[in-house]
């Protein structure tokens, strides 16, 4: 890339995007309840409101998502657990009599 004394302007980091903002006053900001987004909101003449996501998107489940093998999963992990408890409880028992001096 050539030298230039100006950094070009990416317009897909540019919040508004090809909207002006005329007569803003002042800009808020907030977090929301998801960890990789946030609220701006730039007032005065004109509201802007625009939902940031700077680190993308990455706790939002898509669309296509699978619940049914998740709850599935869940359930065959929850099933392995009742299974094996009193297997190693049996197991630790049958340690703790056992003496391996004699």
Do not use: C
């Not at 340690?95 to 004699?102: F, I, M």
């Amino acid at each position: 890339m050539p030298y230039d004394a100006v950094l070009p302007t990416d317009p897909r980091w540019v919040v508004s995007h090809t909207l002006d903002l005329v007569g803003a006053a002042a800009i808020a900001t907030t977090s929301t309840l998801l960890e990789s987004s946030g609220l701006v909101v730039a007032y005065g003449h004109d509201i802007f409101a625009a939902l940031v996501t700077p680190s993308g998107a990455f706790d939002v489940l898509s669309p296509t998502f699978n619940r049914l093998q998740l709850l599935l999963t869940l359930v065959g992990l929850a099933a392995g657990i009742v299974v094996t408890r009193p297997m190693v409880r049996s197991k630790q028992l049958k340690s703790r009599w056992y003496d391996p001096t004699s």
